[in-house]
């Protein structure tokens, strides 16, 4: 485990005990109390109200971007990006009952199994909040399981009655959220938006290309307020402090520029 520069007042993740973002927040070698907490957004809002630091999904290999989060990173300009976390996504399906006839799991851990639903022929799915509350409310129902991490399952006391059934090699990348803005690291993050004429995002593209900075992921989520209009999420190899030119030049062919701040890998599971 690394060691932050400063102790929070409080790690706030998406919860409960036992979820994948309880793991990713293990990862940090830092005091203050890990606290749980309902929903990503619920842990913007924390972060957003104290001097904290939160730890939350932003993208998994199978599935993709998770959009909550990027609505949020864009939502808050006070909050920015200073650490991922790379962790390999391992699924059970574990109960206090043998012959289970429901399933809970979050979304995003269902598709992730979907080859393993469809062959136990297990047909009453029921999505929640996280693996972790999944695994809590199998603890309370004898006929149900949860897909979870086994370390979900043994913290609730369930019995593992499959081990590895996501589909294929699976990774989630977590962020480490605050509100202190870091000027260098690996890979920068920004969102943004565009005028809605033809060639606007490729002015920003070609920024890239002229400047010779590797694009490594870009991705476009509705605008809450303005129907079938977009913003975009770009992150890129390289950090604040040594691209000034670029901040310049990409200041003109964008309407609204959130640079979320430059950041390291503290740990990744390959």
Not at 68 to 76: A, C, I, K, P, V
Not at 115 to 134: C, D, G, H, Q
Request: aromatic share 10%; with cysteine; charged share 25%.
């Amino acid at each position: 485990m690394l060691k932050l520069e400063n102790d929070p007042n409080g790690i706030y993740y998406l919860g409960p005990k036992g979820s994948f973002s309880d793991e990713a927040s293990q990862v940090l070698n830092i005091s203050g109390n890990r606290i749980p907490i309902g929903t990503i957004t619920d842990v913007f809002s924390k972060v957003n109200e104290t001097n904290g630091i939160g730890v939350v999904p932003i993208e998994n290999s199978l599935e993709g971007p998770v959009g909550e989060t990027l609505d949020n990173l864009f939502r808050y300009d006070n909050i920015f990006v200073n650490y991922e976390i790379i962790l390999k996504i391992r699924l059970v399906l574990a109960s206090k009952g043998k012959e289970p006839k429901r399933v809970y799991s979050h979304p995003h851990a269902l598709q992730e199994a979907r080859n393993y639903l469809i062959r136990s022929k297990i047909n009453n799915i029921i999505p929640v909040e996280s693996t972790s509350k999944a695994a809590e409310l199998a603890s309370k129902d004898l006929e149900a399981a949860a897909i979870c991490s086994e370390y979900a399952a043994k913290l609730y006391n369930l019995d593992v009655l499959e081990k590895d059934i996501q589909d294929s090699e699976n990774y989630t990348r977590f962020l480490v959220i605050s509100k202190e803005k870091r000027l260098s690291g690996a890979k920068t993050m920004l969102l943004f938006t565009v005028e809605d004429k033809p060639g606007a995002l490729y002015k920003v593209l070609e920024k890239f290309y002229t400047s010779n900075i590797n694009i490594t992921m870009i991705y476009s989520r509705p605008l809450r307020t303005l129907p079938w209009h977009y913003y975009f999420f770009l992150e890129y190899q390289g950090d604040i402090s040594s691209n000034d030119e670029l901040f310049r030049e990409l200041s003109t062919v964008t309407k609204d520029l959130k640079v979320k701040g430059s950041y390291t890998t503290l740990y990744k599971a390959f």
